[in-house]
């Protein structure tokens, strides 16, 4: 299943210097225009962990991993345009993409998630990432939690502190996305 991430969650994992495990994690990650548009204005505002981010976006590194997309047509500009006002340009844009394209969305905005739940629309955010990652061996869940804790000392408002309750006891099937 394609994925595309709002700025939120791309934040999170930047600021503390693993945007490789949402990599390791999704393959190709997609970004709206708009999202794109939001992580220029970070970086006009001095948010410096977002500097180099243009190496890793296809199609201006041709090597990226994450790719740029934008609105392709009239049902997703007319959704977009029906999103509450109250979310921004760059979650409305995911949204409408995700909804009509069935891809997954990573956000970490309450107002996003609600609204992509309503859409019926498969979420996930920086919790749900890096608890993917300790499932799938990327990473210990000591290591997890430190990269929660680094999250959370830049401003990230996590609905938990500690991962450990939300991973699947052993032998439970622990696939997913």
Known sequence: MSVISN?????NFAS???LDLLHRLHGTLYISTEVYEEIQGGLEEGYQFYRGIDTL???LAEEGWIHLTSMADTHELRLFGTLPSRLHRGEASCLAIAHHRDWMLLTDDRDARDAALQ???RVS???GSLVLAIERSLCTLQQANTWLQAMIQQGYYSPV???TALLKPQ???TSGG
């Open 7 to 11: 700025t939120t969650v791309l934040s």
């Open 16 to 18: 503390i210097g693993q």
């Open 57 to 59: 976006v296809f199609p």
């Open 119 to 121: 859409l019926g629309i």
């Open 125 to 127: 955010g920086s919790v």
């Open 161 to 163: 502190a500690d991962l």
């Open 171 to 173: 032998g439970e099937n």
